[in-house]
């Protein structure tokens, strides 16, 4: 008689950004090394797909933020969340792994509670920074939850969640930068002369507001250091159009282009997270809709906007945000760090000092063993 293979579990794994979907894409690894018969089903990008997710929505038409940017694509929301509120009730899905995008994500955990579908909630949306209510409402609604900063475990526990801190899920990302000249050689870049890097942004709306200003600092600044050059960072599936990029060389391994660079402009996000690991001095800008900014001020609860100096709880990189976003305020940030001065000496320490907060790597193998206990109390494996 022939043997079958043993049904693995069915898992719903939940990215709507491009940081998300390089998360998800080693968490869905991590799964497949643990059940090698599961079948994962989400929402996410290129880097999910490649790793055998079967799509129900990808980035392009997920990638929005902000209050008010989001209300033109409210549509498309509503029809993908009944869409996935079908398959929850189906009785198809054994777990929901969400993966920050807090409103569509916390609001997914809720429906999967209600379903009786058990929720690891993976890197914990900021909710503590801004809405306290949504904190509480996913530590009632998420069975665990794995967060990715030192400090938000406690945060959640004081809610009554379960909730782990895993690690920074970038110290996962071990792939091989090239050297030097293997990677200017790559981007047509010279190896011998400085790099200033931009990282505008990976969505549409991002590049809109922060990529004119970045690349006009850039070339006041290559106007008084000849020797400098510019390379603009950019996501895989995002094509920065020629005319827009004013010429320049677009990167596609953003890695490697921070590791390489003497200093950089870097959009608030994950990627201030990433220069910190490289310890490339940065500085940070910021600029969203005029209404989502004033809202987003009413509420917000922390004195820092980059991750960088949130975890190092306390200013380490320059933050400018909405109209502090010039050329010359970016230039008058970013010239004492393309220098040998004080002020670059004393970034590069703290910037060691945010890598050592950071833990260990190993978080999408955290999350997967997490994942497991979870299936095993809920019998949804034996």
Not at 49 to 75: I, N, T
Not at 144 to 155: G, Y
Not at 283 to 296: G, I, K, Q, S
Request: glycine content about 8%; some cysteine.
């Amino acid at each position: 008689m022939e043997d079958h293979p043993v049904k693995g579990p069915v898992i719903l794994l939940l990215a709507g950004e491009a940081s998300g979907d390089l998360h998800g894409a080693h968490v869905a690894r991590a799964l497949r090394a643990r059940f090698p018969n599961c079948e994962i089903v989400g929402t996410g990008g290129g880097r999910m797909a490649a790793e055998g997710v079967e799509l129900l929505a990808e980035l392009e038409d997920l990638a929005v933020m902000g209050f008010v940017e989001v209300l033109s694509r409210l549509p498309f929301f509503w029809k993908l969340e009944r869409r996935v509120r079908r398959i929850l009730t189906s009785g198809r899905i054994d777990l929901v792994i969400p993966i920050d995008y807090p409103g569509f994500n916390l609001r997914i955990t809720e429906a999967a509670h209600r379903a009786g579908v058990p929720v690891l909630f993976f890197i914990a949306p900021q909710v503590w920074a801004w809405k306290a209510g949504r904190t509480q409402r996913l530590a009632r609604a998420a069975d665990r939850i794995a967060v990715i900063l030192p400090f938000e475990a406690e945060l959640f526990r004081a809610e009554g969640g379960r909730a782990s801190y895993v690690g920074h899920p970038l110290l996962d990302h071990v792939e091989e930068v090239p050297d030097r000249d293997t990677f200017c050689r790559r981007w047509h870049l010279d190896p011998d002369r400085p790099i200033l890097a931009l990282f505008p942004g990976s969505r549409a709306q991002e590049l809109d507001r922060l990529l004119d200003p970045f690349i006009q600092a850039a070339r006041r600044l290559a106007a008084s250091h000849p020797d400098l050059q510019v390379a603009i960072a950019r996501a895989p599936d995002l094509e920065i159009e020629r005319s827009l990029a004013d010429g320049l060389p677009q990167v596609t391994d953003g890695r490697g282009l921070l590791r390489h660079s003497r200093a950089a402009l870097v959009k608030s996000g994950t990627a201030t997270l990433e220069a910190a690991l490289e310890g490339t001095p940065f500085v940070v800008a910021y600029r969203t809709h005029p209404l989502t900014f004033w809202l987003a001020r009413r509420v917000v609860r922390v004195e820092h906007v980059a991750l960088a100096n949130l975890v190092a709880d306390t200013r380490v990189v320059p933050e400018l945000l909405q109209g502090e976003v010039t050329p010359n305020r970016l230039v008058e940030e970013i010239q004492p760090l393309l220098e040998d001065t004080p002020v670059r000496r004393e970034m590069v320490t703290a910037l060691a000092r945010i890598r050592e907060r950071l833990g260990e790597p190993g978080a999408a193998d955290r999350v997967a063993a997490m994942a497991e206990e979870i299936l095993r109390e809920r019998g949804r494996i034996e």
